[in-house]
Every structure is written in C-alpha cells, then in structure tokens.
C-alpha cells in the first residue's frame, strides 16, 4: 500500500516536473517521501528493531527477493559531488546492508566534475600554468567535514603533490600523450574510493579502497578507450574469492585499469559502468547495481508526456536502443559482460532507494511496448531515382553521397525506386548543399524540414498489435505518418510525423500504451494493468 502511495506521489510529482534527467525539486521531495524509514533507522531512541524496519518496508517482489543478494554497487560523478553526498551514498550503502544486500564492491567515479577538471588542468599545464587549488580545496574540504583523519588526509595530499609534480612535467616538456592523460584523470577515481571507504569505516561500514589494478582489472595498452583483457575476469573472481574479507567492502576505483605493463590506462569516458558490470560478471553476483538520481528509464520524456512513468524491466536489447536514442542508461558496451553471463543490471534511485528502479536482464514475454523516445526538427529527404527500374548501383550511388558529405542518416525507408531517410538538426542540408548536388545526378530530391521521428522499442513478435493501435489512433486524431521503419530483428519501429504534432501523437500513444486511457480498444491487457500487477503485494 505504501509503496502504491509513493508512486502515486511520484506520478503527481513527475507531472509538474521539467525535465527527463530530475532537478533539484524532484531530488528535494522525493527524499523526504523516505524521510519515515531513514529517520527511524538512524534515531537510537526508537524501539523498533531492525527486523520491525524490514517488517514494515513495502513487499514488493524486488524488496522480497533483496535478502542475501550478492551485488556490486556503482555510483557516478554527480552522486559523489561533494561532502554531503558522499556521506549520503555512504549511509545508502550502511542501509542498503541492513536491509539484507550484500555489496562485494562498490565502484565509485572521481567526486564530480573532476574528471573534466583533470582534463582542463592538463591543458593549462600545456599553456604553462601549473594549478590544482580547486580540486585540493574539494577533497580536503571533505575530509575537514567529517574529521576523516590525518591518515586519509596525508594520503590526499599525496595524491594531489603526485598530481601536482606531474602537472609540472607537462608544463617542462610540453608533451600530454594519451598515455599521460590516462595517468592524469587517474587521481580523480584515486582519490574519490579512498574518501568513500574512510568515511563507510567512519560509520561502522568495514571498507577499504582498491585501484581496481590491485582486484585484477587489466586491460590492452589502447590509452584513453582501453579493452579489458579476457584474462581479467578470472583474475577479479580469484582475488575476490582468496584474497578480499567478504566482511569488507571493496571500495574499487571504476574507469581506470592497468595495462599487462602497469601503465594506467582508462576505459573511456563514463567507464565507471564498465568496472562495475566486469566485476558483477566475473564474481558472478546477483545483481549490479547503477545508482542514479532517477527512478530507473522513463516510458517516455516527462518533459513532454507528464504521465510518463519508470519502466520496471527492459531487455538488454532494448535498453541498447534506448541508449542509442539519448536516454540516460547503460552505454550498450558497459552492458556486455552482464549480458553474457546473464547477470540482471538493475538502475536505481540513491534518493529513493525503495523504489524497485528499472532492471535490464534478458528478454521475457513482456509489455507490447517498453518505452517511447523521440527526436524532434529531424529534415526528411525523399530521393527517388531517375534511372531505368531495375538498375543497379542506385542505393550505393545514394549511401556514398552521403558518405562524401559526412552526413549519418537516422531513420531509412526504401523501396526499389526510391529512399527517404531522416537527417538529424545539426547534419541538416540546405539547397545548394553539396549531398543536393550529388543526388540530383541519379535522382530527384525533395527535402523536408520540421518533421520528428517516433520510436517505439517494442516486442517485436507483436509488431501488428502494435502497429493496429498507433494507426487508429493517428487515424481518429487527423496525424498523418510520413515514413515508417521496421528492421527484421530490432526492437524498435520508427514513425516521421509533423513536428508539431509530435506532442499530441506521443501522448495518444503513451496514453494506450502506459496509462490505460487509449481513444480507441486495445488489442490485449494494457501494459499499465500489467504495471500495477508487478507492484501489487
Ligand atoms: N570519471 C569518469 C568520467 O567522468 C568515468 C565515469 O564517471 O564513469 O568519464
Ligand atoms: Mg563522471
């Protein structure tokens, strides 16, 4: 019941909120909706026990099945940004344990913006100046805020002396290879673990910090998007398995790794998610965890649909494609090493963490749709041929016009005759435009601005359900589909429709989809039914 109260409560907060990625409102109130638990967690005068807490937590099937589960736990830059989330994230950890979770290691990024930072300080080295004063005063300023000790704080200052001295290096011999970038952005996750792991001991979490070179993460010698060896995973479980107290908390640097020379190499930007999914696959937990401020993958932008609400569960493969379309989730490679080993990726909110989130595991029977994204001022160009039906060469002559121009092409349509695809904002063309020029030797072109493209991530072995309801409802609504695509085996189905229609089309459709409030009769249960069941007790 009460879980069914805070997602009403968050539906009506999701409503008046502006953004897909959560602002500070949302942040603001959703945390205090966990203000009842958490208080009584932490007040010594309250009677209950820690078993009358779990009593009283909502059941819901994830809750049940939390008991006793083995998972790596992954927290980015923007939840470590300063002393108070550190500490939230800590005490999200110390809560997370009561509640029955069992977290091998936690994989922590460098605290904010300092990866960019890094970044930025390695180019004013290159113009001469030598300065980490912002990122001394982040760290210490933490370490002052809660007492973490002369220990950590000489281990910092270590650290940022090392950093310092390198920096002078850069500045003397003008060089900043890719090799020494890696070695640069390094100190941020350096920095960050051991920060995490002082204060979760500082809070009666048994914790210690690993460069995650030191579990057994080695990669190739490719600086700045290193691959991780296939030797590692075997190395990580062993390590895990002999050498780490299960009673600890391995706190591991994420993005950074070692190459077979001990270089510091990097997994690219954003790799912290890697670190964590190879290290879930190759101990084989139950689950990896990627905590966020969101409550998982939305159905839909909330900034346009208000009744969007989070997904429950997505396939590997959906999610891929949502990641491809612009959603905040997993980059499709972090995902890999889950998807082989089958091991579930679960998106959770640190600012509410009761709620179920969003897991990505393989595919079951699942919704008719999972999720609708959108891409709005798309130019559609319809190029039709001017040669003999059954010439060859045409579509070849078409792809390497675009190629000569640089030009990726979004959604595509075509038959023997003719081709119309869909050019993003920032490739659009313009008459005279040299892409123009080229077609026009074999075709004519029309091209279109204002118009959006639909995606729905759908099962594909019900396409027709699908597709029966988007057209009777465009059809009862006067919205006009200009191009549609479907490839064999994707999981998703594309429409171009007028640009300012696009609100309209998309609601209509999250409405049937998600909210059960479809203009017309749906083929099958809606998937909101089917939402609602999974959240029943
Ligand atoms: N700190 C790195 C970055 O900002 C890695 C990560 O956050 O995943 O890209
Ligand atoms: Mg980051």
């Given at each position: 019941m009460k879980l069914r109260l805070i997602h009403t409560l968050l539906l009506a907060l999701l409503a008046n909120t502006n953004a897909f990625t959560p602002h500070s409102a949302l942040l603001k109130v959703s945390s205090s909706l966990l203000a009842t638990p958490k208080d009584d967690l932490s007040d010594p005068s309250a009677s209950e026990s820690l078993s009358n807490y779990r009593a009283s937590l909502p059941l819901t099937r994830s809750d049940s099945s939390i008991q006793q589960k083995r998972t790596v736990m992954k927290f980015g830059g923007s939840s470590l940004a300063d002393a108070g989330r550190i500490d939230h994230v800590a005490q999200l950890i110390k809560s997370q344990i009561a509640l029955g979770n069992r977290p091998a290691a936690v994989v922590c990024s460098a605290m904010g913006k300092t990866t960019n930072n890094l970044l930025n300080a390695g180019d004013f080295a290159l113009e001469g100046r030598v300065n980490v004063d912002a990122l001394r005063t982040l760290h210490l300023q933490t370490i002052e805020e809660f007492q973490l000790g002369e220990h950590l704080k000489n281990e910092i200052n270590a650290l940022l002396d090392e950093l310092e001295n390198m920096l002078s290096g850069v500045k003397l011999l003008q060089e900043l290879s890719p090799r020494s970038l890696d070695m640069l952005v390094s100190f941020g996750e350096r920095m960050s673990v051991r920060m995490m792991a002082a204060r979760l001991n500082q809070i009666g979490v048994p914790a210690e910090a690993y460069d995650s070179w030191n579990i057994g993460m080695l990669t190739d010698?490719?600086?700045?998007d290193a691959t991780v060896l296939p030797s590692a995973p075997e190395t990580i479980r062993k390590i895990f398995a002999d050498?780490?107290?299960?009673g600890t908390v391995a706190i591991v640097t994420g993005f950074i790794a070692h190459d077979p020379n001990g270089k510091i190499t990097t997994l690219g930007r954003g790799g912290s998610d890697l670190t964590a999914t190879t290290i879930g696959a190759a101990c084989e937990l139950d689950e990896i965890q990627v905590w966020k401020d969101v409550d998982g993958i939305m159905s839909c932008d909330p900034r346009m649909v208000p009744g969007a609400v989070p997904i429950s569960s997505v396939s590997f493969e959906e999610a891929a494609e949502l990641a491809y379309f612009g959603a905040k989730v997993l980059h499709p490679i972090a995902m890999m090493p889950a998807m082989r080993k089958r091991i579930p990726v679960r998106v959770k909110n640190s600012y509410n963490p009761e709620h179920p989130g969003t897991v990505i595991k393989n595919?079951?029977?699942?919704?008719?749709?999972?999720a609708i994204t959108c891409k709005r001022d798309v130019q559609l160009i319809d190029i039709s041929s001017t040669?003999?039906?059954?010439?060859?060469g045409f579509l070849s002559t078409v792809f390497s016009a675009f190629e000569k121009s640089k030009l990726s092409v979004d959604v595509l349509a075509s038959s023997e005759v003719s081709v119309s695809l869909t050019l993003d904002k920032k490739h659009s063309v313009y008459s005279g435009h040299q892409l123009c020029d080229d077609l026009r030797e074999v075709a004519d072109v029309k091209v279109k601005n204002n118009k959006a493209i639909i995606t729905l991530i759908a099962d594909v072995s019900r396409t027709s359900e699908v597709l029966a309801t988007v057209f009777q409802v465009f059809m009862r609504q006067g919205i006009e589909v200009e191009m549609l695509s479907q490839g064999a085996s994707k999981v998703n189905i594309s429409f171009i429709v007028k640009d300012d229609e696009l609100v309209d089309a998309i609601t209509f459709l999250h409405a049937c989809?998600?909210?059960?409030?479809?203009?017309i009769e749906m083929p099958c249960p809606s998937p909101e039914e089917e939402y609602a069941r999974e959240f029943t007790p």
């Amino acid at each position: 019941m009460k879980l069914r109260l805070i997602h009403t409560l968050l539906l009506a907060l999701l409503a008046n909120t502006n953004a897909f990625t959560p602002h500070s409102a949302l942040l603001k109130v959703s945390s205090s909706l966990l203000a009842t638990p958490k208080d009584d967690l932490s007040d010594p005068s309250a009677s209950e026990s820690l078993s009358n807490y779990r009593a009283s937590l909502p059941l819901t099937r994830s809750d049940s099945s939390i008991q006793q589960k083995r998972t790596v736990m992954k927290f980015g830059g923007s939840s470590l940004a300063d002393a108070g989330r550190i500490d939230h994230v800590a005490q999200l950890i110390k809560s997370q344990i009561a509640l029955g979770n069992r977290p091998a290691a936690v994989v922590c990024s460098a605290m904010g913006k300092t990866t960019n930072n890094l970044l930025n300080a390695g180019d004013f080295a290159l113009e001469g100046r030598v300065n980490v004063d912002a990122l001394r005063t982040l760290h210490l300023q933490t370490i002052e805020e809660f007492q973490l000790g002369e220990h950590l704080k000489n281990e910092i200052n270590a650290l940022l002396d090392e950093l310092e001295n390198m920096l002078s290096g850069v500045k003397l011999l003008q060089e900043l290879s890719p090799r020494s970038l890696d070695m640069l952005v390094s100190f941020g996750e350096r920095m960050s673990v051991r920060m995490m792991a002082a204060r979760l001991n500082q809070i009666g979490v048994p914790a210690e910090a690993y460069d995650s070179w030191n579990i057994g993460m080695l990669t190739d010698s490719n600086f700045g998007d290193a691959t991780v060896l296939p030797s590692a995973p075997e190395t990580i479980r062993k390590i895990f398995a002999d050498k780490i107290d299960p009673g600890t908390v391995a706190i591991v640097t994420g993005f950074i790794a070692h190459d077979p020379n001990g270089k510091i190499t990097t997994l690219g930007r954003g790799g912290s998610d890697l670190t964590a999914t190879t290290i879930g696959a190759a101990c084989e937990l139950d689950e990896i965890q990627v905590w966020k401020d969101v409550d998982g993958i939305m159905s839909c932008d909330p900034r346009m649909v208000p009744g969007a609400v989070p997904i429950s569960s997505v396939s590997f493969e959906e999610a891929a494609e949502l990641a491809y379309f612009g959603a905040k989730v997993l980059h499709p490679i972090a995902m890999m090493p889950a998807m082989r080993k089958r091991i579930p990726v679960r998106v959770k909110n640190s600012y509410n963490p009761e709620h179920p989130g969003t897991v990505i595991k393989n595919r079951e029977e699942g919704r008719l749709v999972t999720a609708i994204t959108c891409k709005r001022d798309v130019q559609l160009i319809d190029i039709s041929s001017t040669r003999m039906l059954g010439a060859y060469g045409f579509l070849s002559t078409v792809f390497s016009a675009f190629e000569k121009s640089k030009l990726s092409v979004d959604v595509l349509a075509s038959s023997e005759v003719s081709v119309s695809l869909t050019l993003d904002k920032k490739h659009s063309v313009y008459s005279g435009h040299q892409l123009c020029d080229d077609l026009r030797e074999v075709a004519d072109v029309k091209v279109k601005n204002n118009k959006a493209i639909i995606t729905l991530i759908a099962d594909v072995s019900r396409t027709s359900e699908v597709l029966a309801t988007v057209f009777q409802v465009f059809m009862r609504q006067g919205i006009e589909v200009e191009m549609l695509s479907q490839g064999a085996s994707k999981v998703n189905i594309s429409f171009i429709v007028k640009d300012d229609e696009l609100v309209d089309a998309i609601t209509f459709l999250h409405a049937c989809f998600f909210e059960d409030n479809c203009l017309i009769e749906m083929p099958c249960p809606s998937p909101e039914e089917e939402y609602a069941r999974e959240f029943t007790p």
